[in-house]
Structure formats: C-alpha cells, structure tokens
C-alpha cells in the first residue's frame, strides 16, 4: 500500500447513504421529467401530470432556450448524472476505496450540478416564471448532494489536502445549516415571486 493509498478515506456509510437517497431521487425526477417532454413531442396537445397551474408547470417550460441549454433536452443530463452518485454509494457500501483525483473528479462534478441547478432556479423563478415540480425535485437532491459532500471533502481533505482536515472537522456537523440554508433561499423567493402558490 502506497502512502498515498493510506491517507485515503475509508468508506464512510452515512455518505453512502447520502449519495444513494439523493442520487436516486434525483434520477427518478429526471426520469420523470424525460418521460413528460417525451410524452409532450409525442402528443402535443395531451396533459402533463406536472401541469398543475399556469405558474406551476413543466409543459410550458420545454419550447424555452433554457430546456435545452446544451441543444439537447436538460432531463438527459439528469439521467446520465445522476447514475455517478448512486455508483459511488454502491462502490462505498462495498467497501470501495476511491484516490484523490478521483473525489476531486466527482467533487468537481457534483459542484457543476449544483451550480447548473441554481442557473435552472434563477431561470424559472426570474426570468421565466413559471415553476416545473419535477424540476425542483432535481434541486432538492442535489443541494444535499453538494453541501455533505463538500462537508465531507473538507473533513476528509479530499478536496485541497490535508490542509483542509481541521476546518473540515469543525464545519462537518454544520452542513445542515448550509443545505436548509440553501433551501431557505429558494422557498422564500419563490413565495415572494409566487404569492399564489400559497392558494394551491
């Protein structure tokens, strides 16, 4: 074994557990939402089981630019996502040991999903203005995803070292702050654009 090798986390279950709920929650909306636009293209006068109001739908989302940021619709990327956590739970439960440019890899990979989500959430929220459920799905899972991960990147010194370990033991226990935070922003905003959501 490599000194490298020793200073590698062991699995830890509670990420695992992380990682496996909230990477299958949030391929199951994907899925969900893949399957409406599909459902949309296929007959497209048909009714969605996510169009509930006409703030609160996913039909009325799909014609937009931001659907398909890449050319393609966005669920795709969801349902290819979201298959990376769920396997980095199951190799964790296994008792897999990833290297560090590995966690660095995935770390990079989740941040990018929560930083689209956000894009995704200023969108509809600011620009748009409608609301799609099986979107917000998406950003309830990954919001946990990245801060625990974060949290446990730090700890670990997965991320930026061992530099990191100290700080990280300090914040770990505090990462529910950061996702209800996190949470908090996104209610609070869309009761303030969306007061009629209170009468659903």
Same mark, same amino acid.
Request: include cysteine; glycine fraction near 8%; charged fraction near 10%.
């Given at each position: 074994?490599?000194?490298?090798?020793?200073?590698?986390?062991?699995?830890?279950?509670?990420?695992?557990?992380?990682?496996?709920?909230?990477?299958?929650?949030?391929?199951?909306? *994907?899925?969900?939402?893949? /399957?409406?636009?599909?459902?949309?293209?296929?007959?497209?006068?048909?009714?969605?089981?996510?169009? /509930?109001?006409?703030?609160? *739908?996913?039909?009325?989302?799909?014609?937009?630019?931001?659907?398909?940021?890449?050319? !393609?619709?966005?669920?795709?990327?969801?349902?290819?996502?979201?298959?990376?956590?769920?396997?980095?739970?199951?190799?964790?439960?296994?008792?897999?040991?990833?290297?560090?440019?590995?966690?660095?890899?995935?770390?990079?990979?989740?941040?990018?999903?929560?930083?689209?989500?956000?894009?995704?959430?200023?969108?509809?929220?600011?620009? /748009?203005?409608?609301?799609?459920?099986?979107?917000?799905?998406?950003?309830?899972?990954?919001?946990?995803?990245?801060?625990?991960?974060?949290?446990?990147?730090?700890?670990?010194?997965? /991320?930026?070292?061992?530099?990191?370990?100290?700080?990280?033991?300090?914040?770990?226990? !505090?990462?529910?702050?950061?996702?209800?935070?996190?949470?908090?922003?996104?209610?609070?905003?869309?009761?303030?654009?969306?007061?009629?959501?209170?009468?659903?």
């Amino acid at each position: 074994m490599t000194p490298s090798d020793a200073r590698r986390p062991r699995p830890a279950l509670w990420l695992a557990v992380v990682l496996l709920v909230t990477g299958s929650i949030g391929w199951i909306g *994907s899925a969900a939402l893949l /399957i409406e636009r599909i459902r949309s293209l296929q007959n497209p006068g048909t009714a969605l089981s996510c169009d /509930i109001s006409p703030f609160v *739908s996913c039909g009325a989302l799909f014609d937009r630019w931001q659907a398909s940021l890449f050319g !393609f619709p966005n669920p795709l990327l969801g349902v290819a996502g979201f298959v990376a956590p769920i396997a980095v739970a199951a190799g964790l439960l296994t008792g897999a040991r990833f290297g560090s440019w590995y966690w660095r890899l995935f770390t990079l990979g989740v941040f990018s999903a929560w930083v689209f989500v956000t894009w995704l959430y200023t969108q509809s929220v600011y620009v /748009i203005g409608v609301l799609c459920p099986y979107c917000m799905v998406v950003w309830a899972a990954t919001i946990p995803m990245w801060w625990y991960l974060l949290a446990w990147g730090l700890k670990h010194g997965t /991320i930026f070292g061992d530099r990191t370990r100290r700080v990280g033991r300090q914040i770990f226990p !505090f990462a529910w702050v950061a996702v209800l935070a996190n949470y908090a922003v996104i209610v609070l905003t869309i009761l303030v654009q969306f007061p009629s959501v209170l009468s659903l």
